[in-house]
């Protein structure tokens, strides 16, 4: 594979002419890509969506070549000039420049050539260029023989795919820490709104605001921890297994050394996987992994359908909680205001949900000793963490932080509420709180309206049970 010559088609851009194994074929001149690239650019026109939509996957990728050409050259198998011009292209695409280039499709076939090959020629012609030489003069540096030394993309890339889900990770947990905080502040604004709590929809017994806002900053809390204890499965790869884990072209030393090349370079503590062909055919990391991410979704989707029905309404509907107003609801009804934030996020979930049973399925279609559908895991998990991400710091940023509490309704609600009686249950027993709703129901009168029309309870015990502190909260029973 190398450049032949330089060209400008008629009535098209400037072109160089590059060949491989299955010929000759036309690259952009200006482009750092090269001719496996540009086969790929024309065979996977799928989802529009080019590995630069994931910057931190390039920068995955850079990282490995980099630790890759380090290792070979400390085993005297790359030439210090070389392996000094793969570090600085390497360095530069780390530092955000040239992700423009990484052009392919994120869903192809080859499990993940087109991206191993789309990094190996970029980073060979920029490392051509520092050595001054043009770009398709792979004679001077190489994207396979070079670039691509001591590695398969069956050992690179789902290593890179790792690093970059790493170099993503404390980006997630960091947005969900924030919005479980941001839950939490309001957990304790709200702490003195008194309000009816309700199972299957129906009134069931009072509670603070504070407590349902504490409730959803506790579920969160909960996956701040597992989504963090996760980063542990990330750091096994197979890097110096190539092509099905024997290690077949790569020198025996340089597995061990390459595994800690990667870790100076990302600054992470990688391991090397103790069975490299399990390694390279296992994808039970992403499952699991995947798997966290679709339990943070649906946590995600509850919590927001409660916001939506808290704030419904307004005079219709819950009404306990103003949603900061985004943006007019409706092009034919004036005035309406709708809930676009939490709906969002919602539609957000249910995408990770998908994308979760994408990668179950592709994981479990990987055939003997190299799983095929690996590219699409790396779509699908990539994606579910930029989204779960961008979706936290727009809940929290443009609805958490804003709700306000209309507590007078919340109040209002529990004084009127069937719901009540279960708090007066232990002082006038199940068979006459049972008549008293019954009768609640049937005249419109509110459980406090006949409690004092039956004598049942003297005002001074009332006015105790009634409290908003002896409600939500255990303590010792008067009778």
């Known amino acids: ?25 036309d690259v952009p001149a200006q482009a750092y890509y090269g001719v496996q690239t540009q086969r790929a650019l024309d065979n996977f026109k799928l989802t529009g969506v080019p590995l630069s939509h994931f910057p931190k996957f390039i920068i995955g990728l850079a990282m490995v070549k980099q630790a890759a050409a380090l290792a070979n050259q400390e085993l005297g198998l790359l030439d210090a000039h070389k392996c000094d011009a793969i570090v600085y292209a390497c360095q530069r695409i780390i530092s955000g420049d040239f992700h423009q280039e990484f052009v392919v499709d994120m869903i192809q076939g080859g499990a993940g050539t087109s991206t191993n090959m789309n990094a190996n020629e970029v980073i060979a012609n920029i490392g051509l260029e520092y050595l001054g030489h043009q770009r398709g003069e792979y004679q001077y540096l190489h994207p396979n023989n070079d670039v691509n030394m001591s590695q398969s993309t069956n050992d690179a890339y789902p290593t890179a795919i790792r690093v970059g889900l790493q170099l993503l990770h404390a980006e997630l947990v960091d947005s969900l820490a924030q919005l479980q905080q941001a839950f939490a502040a309001k957990a304790q604004e709200f702490k003195g709104v008194i309000k009816m709590g309700r199972t299957q929809l129906q009134d069931a017994v009072p509670m603070t605001l504070g407590q349902e806002f504490g409730a959803y900053a506790t579920t969160l809390g909960e996956d701040i921890e597992r989504i963090a204890g996760l980063y542990d499965l990330l750091r096994e790869v197979n890097l110096g297994g190539t092509a099905i884990g024997t290690g077949i072209n790569a020198d025996p030393r340089y597995a061990a050394l390459a595994v800690a090349k990667l870790s100076e370079v990302c600054g992470h503590p990688m ?12 994808m039970g990391a992403f499952v699991l992994f995947s798997g966290m991410t679709k339990r943070l979704a649906v946590k995600l989707s509850k919590i927001c359908n409660d916001l939506r029905l808290l ?47 994408a990668i179950t399925m592709a994981a479990e279609n990987g055939q003997l000793q190299l799983n095929v559908m690996e590219p699409l895991i790396a779509y699908k998990i990539f994606d579910s963490m930029r989204l779960l991400k961008r979706a936290m710091d ?55 309206e006949l409690v004092r029309e039956h004598q049942l309870l003297d005002e001074s015990l009332l006015a105790d049970i009634l409290q908003p502190a002896n409600m939500v909260n255990p303590r010792p029973l008067k009778r």
């Open 1 to 25: 594979m190398q450049i032949t010559n330089e060209h400008a088609p008629k009535g098209g851009q400037a072109v160089r002419q590059e060949y491989d194994l299955l010929g000759t074929l």
């Open 311 to 357: 704030s419904s309404g307004p005079r219709t509907g819950f009404n306990e909680i103003n949603l900061p107003p985004q943006q007019p609801g409706s092009s034919i009804m004036p005035g309406k205001v709708n809930p676009v934030i939490p709906e969002a996020v919602n539609q957000v979930a249910y995408h990770v949900v998908g994308n979760d049973m």
């Open 271 to 282: 391991r090397l996987a103790g069975d490299l062909i399990e390694a390279t055919s296992d």
């Open 394 to 448: 727009m809940l929290r940023e443009r609805c958490v932080t804003g709700i306000t509490a209309n507590e007078e309704r919340c109040r209002e609600l529990v004084e009127n509420s069937i719901g009540l009686v279960t708090a007066l249950n232990p002082y006038i027993g199940y068979e006459a709180s049972t008549r008293l709703a019954k009768e609640a129901l049937r005249t419109g009168k509110s459980v406090l």
